[in-house]
Each structure stands twice: as C-alpha cells, then as structure tokens.
C-alpha cells in the first residue's frame, strides 16, 4: 500500500533544513550534494520522492490551525501555546505555525528543485509525470499557506538566503492564480490513478485540489465541471462503510492521502497520539459540547467511528495500531470522494441559499446514505440548503481538517467562529480568520515580509 520507492535527500530552503528518507527499497542510504545528484531519470525521480517525505511534516499539527481554531475541537486545560488556537489568541511567536509555514516551504523548495533539474530526463512520459507531481506539490504547499495566512511569498524557483526579492508578500489573488496555473498543468500532466503508485499524485489528485482552489475563489462553473467528471470517475468508489475509509489505507474513496508507516523512526507521524492516546496525557484535539450536539443522535455509523462520548471526548479517526504510541502509521487523507462529492453539491448551489438541483441532491444523498443517514427525496420535491450541506460537511468530513476553510468559503466564519468564542468568553474577530505571520520569518526577512493586520 505505502509502495513508494525509497531515495535520501537533503534539502534547505533559507533557514529551513530538513533532513528525509524513505526505507521501502532499501537502496543504500547516502547524502548526495545538489550539484552532483540531478543527472538522469533515476536520480530527478529521488528528488520527486524528497517531495512526499516533505509532506510528511505538513500534516503533524495542522489539526491545531484548523480544527482547535474552530467549533471541533478544543484542549484539556487550555494552557500554552495550544490554548491559542482554541480562544483566537495566536501569537506571531506560536511555535506550531512557524512549523507549518516552514513545512510548506520546504514543500515547495523540493518541488522547484525537480522542475528545475527535469532537463535531463529523456523519458517523455517519465518527465511529465515528474513535473506534475512536482507542481502539484508546489500547488498545495502554496495553496495552504494563502489560506492560513494571506498575502504570502510565491516561490517559482530554487532560491537562496541572498535571494532577498522573494522575501516580500504576494496578493492573495496573484498566489491563488498561480496555484490554479500549476494545477492546470498537472491535470494534463499526471496520468490516472490507476498508472500512478499509491501514495502518489494523480490527475484525480490535481483534478480535486483545483476544483477546491475554484470554490475558493468563487469560480462555481469551472468548479462544477472538474467535479461532475469526478464524480463520474470509475478510478473512485465510496466505501461501503465509513470507518474503512480510515482503517482500509489507500482505498477506492482516497484521491490523495500522506502515507506514514508504523512503528518506523522516519516514516511514523504522531498526530495519532495527540488525537487519541495522547489526549489522555497531551490534552489536544478534545471534541466540543458544540460538535457533539450538532451531530444527529441517528448518526450512528460515523459516532461510532468519530468519537465516544464516554472515553474522553477523544478522536477516534486516527486510532493508532502502532506499538510505539508516537510513531503511528495511519495515513492523512487529503483529497477522498466523499469531499469531492460535497463540493459537487457546492458548486452546483454556486454561492446560493439553496437549490432543487437533482444532481447537486445525487452528491449530498450518496455521502448521506453511505452513512445510514435518511437521503433527500430525488423527486424533484426536495431542497438542499446550504446550511444542510454545511452541516453535512462537519460531520462527514470532522477533523480532516476542514471545517476553518469551509467556514470560510461558505461565508459563515464570523457568525459561527463569533457566536462559538462567545459562549466559549474569548474574544474573535474578523482578523483572527489570518493566522500572524511567524515573527521568525519577519525576522529572518529583514523585514521585507509585514505583519497581519490584528497581530
């Protein structure tokens, strides 16, 4: 399942450094200089690898940036740097942001990287497939970092510390065109699911993450057609039961997930641990009074797999069967079908109140029926409203890291994250829908990177 071929690289972007490996192929481990690595196919395809390792890091505590920031889930004792998340208090010092900031720039440094070296690739097809994971990578890298913080630096190419002009912020408009430009690419790039290996970037992959970078932007039509021919896509089933999804890695449902290995010093993720087992001695990602009564008391399938009410309030998503707590192997699932055919009904209500769309209530009674949930009728009497494809969306898609940016597009953040702080005493505003940019980064920039408004 976790098929990836396994290659060791060392990459540094300005004050960055991390170090990465992958053990599938056992091919001798060895640290290879940049000028002396890129010289054929099989050597660029080790750098499209130090991609995905890169991935590895993004996911760790992004559950803290976009779940513990919204109405989901909160911490045991609401102290430290964690607490900030949940009472809108981020400070530019945070430690977790500044990890997800580097993360995805290092993302993007290894992703330029293989764009850069793809010359000498003589396989057609090898190199395209190459340069569409690569710029798949650098897409979403980017497309995280416009959305957590704004106004960020677009990085197209290697750069270095003396490299000061990329330093500054980009508009937000100018990054998310860019990243429907290396989408774009990718789509025509990539080939299907079924001639990739697992674990890796596919034209369903890029296909997904553009329809969603389209709702974003509020791009409804463009939206709606990558998401119909998704939809329509035989390389994606739904599971037959939800907890598979989860459970049965790199399934019919998974468009593209962040495979880890278990019980593995490199390859392990911890997240698990601070969902789950860590809760008890962590005391992060706790599930809300909030989400609990919002969830519908016949939702039993996706209770049972989501959460128990009796043990802690804790995850139960991402349970580890790792022996070593901290070294989980359960994948982070970025892009499944049960998603893509929410946006579809999204899309489809383009921003509207509701619609009696008989394909956008085909989407929204699928993810609904799989759960054993009573779907709407397809009659034509029926109505899907935006709040019940919202609703829909938190509870089918609940700690995956969504429910912040659904808010978001589903331009209900104020009025929900503000009603939530109030009966939580914090305080919210608007500007706290921007996570301050790291006070490192400001430093290291010399200033040429500014500060959100509100920090």
């Not at 995905?52 to 920031?69: C, N, T």
């Not at 070296?117 to 980017?142: C, M, P, S, W, Y």
């Not at 468009?255 to 593995?264: E, K, Q, R, S």
């Not at 709407?376 to 429910?403: C, I, P, W, Y």
Request: charged share 20%; proline share 3%; glycine share 8%.
């Amino acid at each position: 399942m976790k098929n990836i071929r396994i290659y060791i690289f060392l990459v540094c972007l300005a004050s960055v450094f991390y170090s990465c490996q992958e053990k599938l192929d056992l091919v001798p481990p060895s640290f290879i200089g940049d000028n002396g690595f890129y010289e054929n196919a099989d050597q660029v395809e080790g750098g499209v690898i130090a991609i995905y390792d890169g991935l590895q890091q993004v996911p760790l505590r992004e559950f803290a940036l976009l779940e513990m920031r919204t109405d989901n889930t909160e911490t045991r004792s609401s102290e430290g740097d964690w607490a900030q998340f949940e009472s809108f208090s981020v400070q530019p010092t945070n430690l977790a942001i500044g990890t997800y900031w580097q993360a995805n720039y290092n993302v993007i440094f290894r992703s330029n990287q293989v764009i850069k070296h793809l010359g000498v690739v003589t396989d057609e097809t090898l190199k395209n497939q190459f340069e569409g994971e690569a710029k798949f990578a650098r897409a979403l890298a980017h497309f995280n970092l416009v959305r957590a913080f704004g106004a960020v630096p677009l990085v197209d190419q290697v750069i270095i510390q003396t490299n000061t002009g990329f330093f500054g912020r980009n508009d937000v408009a100018e990054v998310l065109a860019f990243v429907e430009t290396d989408l774009t690419e990718a789509v025509n790039l990539l080939p299907e699911k079924s001639g990739i290996g697992a674990g890796r970037a596919s034209k369903g992959a890029a296909q997904a993450l553009l329809a969603k970078v389209k709702l974003t932007r509020g791009d409804y039509a463009a939206a709606e057609t990558i998401l119909s021919s998704l939809v329509n896509n035989a390389n994606y089933t739904l599971e037959e039961n939800y907890n598979d999804v989860f459970y049965s890695e790199m399934n019919s449902e998974i468009i593209f997930a962040i495979p880890y290995l278990d019980d593995n010093t490199t390859e392990s993720q911890d997240f698990s641990f601070e969902m789950t087992v860590g809760g008890q001695a962590s005391g992060l990602n706790f599930i809300t009074d909030d989400f609990i009564a919002a969830v519908d008391v016949s939702d039993v399938e996706r209770t049972m797999t989501l959460y128990d009410a009796n043990v802690n309030r804790a995850v139960g998503k991402f349970l580890t069967q790792s022996a070593n707590v901290r070294q989980c192997g359960n994948d982070w699932i970025v892009l499944r079908l049960a998603d893509v055919l929410l946006m579809h009904s999204e899309a489809i209500l383009a921003g509207g109140a509701s619609t009696q769309s008989l394909q956008a209530i085909q989407s929204y009674n699928k993810v609904r029926v799989r759960a054993g949930m009573t779907p709407l009728a397809e009659d034509g009497s029926a109505t899907l409203t935006k709040q019940m494809l919202l609703d829909e969306r938190r509870v089918e898609l609940a700690f995956e890291n969504h429910r912040f940016y659904d808010l978001i597009r589903f331009g209900e953040a104020e009025n929900v994250l503000g009603a939530f702080a109030t009966t939580k005493g914090y305080s919210f505003a608007p500007t706290d829908l921007l996570l301050p940019i790291p006070q490192r980064e400001i430093n290291v920039s010399g200033g040429a990177l500014t500060q959100n408004p509100g920090y």
